[in-house]
């Protein structure tokens, strides 16, 4: 009786202990990232553009407004080399950039709508090419066609990740030159880790993915 009820109540010591390891492990786990997360919000623009709906026509038409706004927006900061500068001449430029978006939309044969604004918004965990951002709230451009319910469109404005080679999934080299610039080097080490190798990026991406759910989880 007695050793059945010790190894009960060692059984039970050991089950808190696992737990509440595991719980340090997922805080520092998160602490970390969100450490990661602060760092590329203070360094990055990014693009978030909405869809009037998931119709193919909708999301065909966003990709359409895609292009045009990043062709503006390379004009404009093709020799910018910090955030804040990118985020002041877009911030000037806000009406064009509507503009664009609007007659892009005309052209293909819609009336919607458009609402654009500069802001902090949530991302969720997003690649691009060989390199992954953690879920957080970033400063972005958002622009949000007609009903705006359809499928979102992410990319970087600021350093330029919005093109990506299709054919090898990397980002340009003055991308990641930029990139690394305006970050710290430890944490452009953990969000290319895996440049050379296919699981080590699918093992970030999935980290990150583990701790936006325990994020999300927790709210």
């Not at 990055?44 to 709906?53: C, E, K, P, Q, T």
């Not at 020799?79 to 009406?95: E, G, Q, T």
């Not at 699918?202 to 936006?212: P, Q, T, W």
């Amino acid at each position: 009786m007695y050793r059945r009820l010790h190894m009960k109540k060692k059984l039970n010591f050991i089950l808190i202990l696992t737990i509440l390891i595991f719980l340090y492990i997922v805080l520092l786990s998160f602490n970390y990232s969100q450490a990661i997360s602060y760092n590329l919000s203070d360094s990055v623009f990014r693009l978030h553009i909405i869809a009037n709906s998931d119709s193919s026509a909708d999301q065909e038409l966003k990709l359409k407004v895609r292009d045009k706004i990043i062709e503006y927006m390379n004009t404009l900061t093709s020799s910018s080399s910090d955030k804040k500068d990118v985020i002041s001449m877009v911030n000037n430029h806000l009406d064009s950039f509507k503009e664009i978006a609007l007659n892009t939309i005309k052209e293909n044969g819609y009336n919607y709508d458009v609402n654009i604004e500069i802001g902090n918004f949530h991302f969720p965990t997003k690649s691009y090419g060989d390199i992954s951002f953690p879920a957080g709230n970033y400063d972005a451009l958002k622009i949000e066609i007609g009903d705006a319910i359809g499928q979102n469109w992410w990319c970087v404005l600021f350093p330029p990740l919005c093109f990506v080679n299709s054919s090898t999934g990397v980002v340009p080299d003055d991308s990641k030159n930029t990139l690394k610039e305006n970050i710290n080097s430890e944490s452009y080490e953990i969000i290319s880790e895996g440049n050379n190798s296919n699981d080590n990026t699918s093992d970030i991406k999935i980290k990150f993915k583990i701790i936006e759910f325990l994020n999300n989880f927790s709210k």
